[in-house]
């Protein structure tokens, strides 16, 4: 048995990758299989058919919903693969090696994917956040005389350790958050033609991506306990919007501030009262006294 790369706690759940029922953790593993492609008949079906070229290409997210090609009813039996259900953590075998997704939707993979099925002891998520974390470890095992393979036989000397389930959804929600604010990168830098503003943006980007491939092994190996982290968390830093609302109440509760002239939600070109200057309100109802006093 290959003992974890991360150094974990000794009271977390061990055991290896090979399917185990009575451990909770890997409930099933399969591979899949490619019919022929001379065949039109066993292709363009509605069965979803995944390559591993498809999730190592860099825009790829973690879950798989869509594939480039399906096989027909007839192209599965052919074949003789498996339809996995959703939640199945896929990873890929050969070119390349180590490469993590997890199923959105049934479907079906080629010879380059060992599929992992969970027990209820281990969340998918969790799963394919450790492969991700010791993908390093997986390539130094995968061997082959053509190109580099990851064998099941190799596969399942591996030790998992695992912490509770309540542990596991607690790391996912922080891994999975700071993937989320790391993929945002992109997206921004469509929104400005400003280069200082796209470097800017290329930066944090770069910083955030550093700080979840730090936290992904201090996780993974219990050093950064995510349960007590929750529990000292502060509360959210004030921001310039905060002070900025704070200002906007303190103006609107003035006793001689008008409604109307300090609105900030449409109040386009009022302005509040200056120095020795009546509010408005107040002028109208000056000016509508002086003419009541005027009359004849």
């Given at each position: ?150 064998y099941k036989a190799d596969l399942f000397e591996f030790e998992i350790a695992v912490p509770d389930l309540s542990t596991q959804d607690r ?126």
């Amino acid at each position: 048995m290959a003992e974890p790369l991360l150094d974990c706690p000794r009271s977390w759940r061990r055991a290896t990758l090979e399917p185990d029922a009575r451990r909770g953790l890997i409930a099933r593993v399969d591979s899949g299989a490619t019919p022929s492609t001379r065949d039109p008949a066993y292709w363009d079906g509605g069965i979803l058919w995944l390559t591993p070229k498809e999730v190592a290409r860099a825009d790829a997210g973690l879950f798989v919903t869509r594939t480039e090609r399906t096989l027909s009813a007839a192209g599965l039996r052919a074949c003789g693969a498996r339809v996995v259900p959703p939640a199945t953590v896929l990873l890929t075998k050969r070119a390349p090696v180590g490469v993590v997704a997890v199923a959105g939707a049934p479907m079906a993979t080629n010879q380059g994917f060992l599929n992992f099925t969970c027990g209820p002891e281990l969340r998918p998520l969790y799963l394919a956040y450790w492969l991700l974390g010791n993908r390093r470890y997986l390539e130094l095992v995968a061997n082959g005389s053509t190109y580099p393979e990851l064998y099941k036989a190799d596969l399942f000397e591996f030790e998992i350790a695992v912490p509770d389930l309540s542990t596991q959804d607690r790391a996912t929600e922080l891994l999975g958050a700071l993937e989320y604010v790391a993929r945002l990168g992109p997206c921004l830098e469509r929104t400005t033609t400003h280069p200082a503003h796209m470097q800017q943006i290329q930066n944090q980007t770069r910083r955030i991506e550093r700080l979840r491939d730090a936290m992904l092994p201090a996780i993974l190996s219990g050093r950064l306990d995510v349960c007590a982290a929750r529990r000292r968390a502060p509360s959210p830093p004030r921001t310039s919007q905060d002070s900025c609302e704070e200002r906007v109440v303190a103006v609107r509760g003035a006793p001689d501030a008008s409604p109307m002239d300090n609105r900030v939600d449409g109040g386009v070109g009022r302005r509040a009262p200056g120095a020795g200057e009546l509010p408005r309100d107040r002028r109208m109802r000056s000016g509508a006294a002086m003419r009541v006093r005027q009359r004849p």
